[in-house]
């Protein structure tokens, strides 16, 4: 989330005696800024935040689901990823998903999955979790049916 804030001009200090005092002539009007000389005047308008990319969802799969890992008298430093190149992480109508193979558990082969889609700084999760068995293609394609 990003919050701005502006800021009010401050008030003006009451005029000092040695002002000179307003002049009863005609004044002619101040002209009208042209597009362009508005246009720089204006704040520039920030890009928006980038979308999920591929390492973004395997980084964030793993992070999301290493408590459905817990097996007792493991911690984190005992699991062992599957690389990125040999996971399933795949963009499926604007919905990422990741099926991850994890080893180093008592209870070998698990994986992890999750389905995600918003922005790094702002995921919007679907579905996650861990499970017992090969990270293989009925893995995925259950991965794939939760999100109908």
């Not at 520039?44 to 395997?58: C, G, K, R």
């Not at 180093?104 to 996650?128: K, M």
Request: hydrophobic share 40%.
């Amino acid at each position: 989330m990003i919050i701005t804030a502006g800021c009010a001009e401050a008030p003006s200090a009451s005029p000092s005696p040695s002002a000179p005092a307003a002049s009863s002539e005609a004044r002619t009007p101040t002209p009208t800024p042209t597009p362009s000389e508005t246009a720089a005047t204006e704040p520039a308008v920030e890009a928006p935040i980038a979308s999920l990319a591929a390492n973004d969802v395997y980084e964030l799969c793993k992070t999301q689901t290493l408590p459905y890992l817990g097996f007792e008298g493991l911690s984190a430093s005992d699991y062992v990823y599957q690389p990125l190149g040999g996971s399933r992480v795949e963009q499926v109508d604007g919905i990422w998903h990741a099926l991850i193979g994890v080893s180093g558990t008592p209870s070998d082969p698990v994986h992890v999955f999750c389905s995600v889609s918003g922005t790094l700084a702002a995921p919007n999760w679907i579905g996650y979790g861990s499970a017992l068995g090969a990270a293989d293609d009925a893995a995925w394609a259950t991965v794939l049916a939760g999100v109908g």
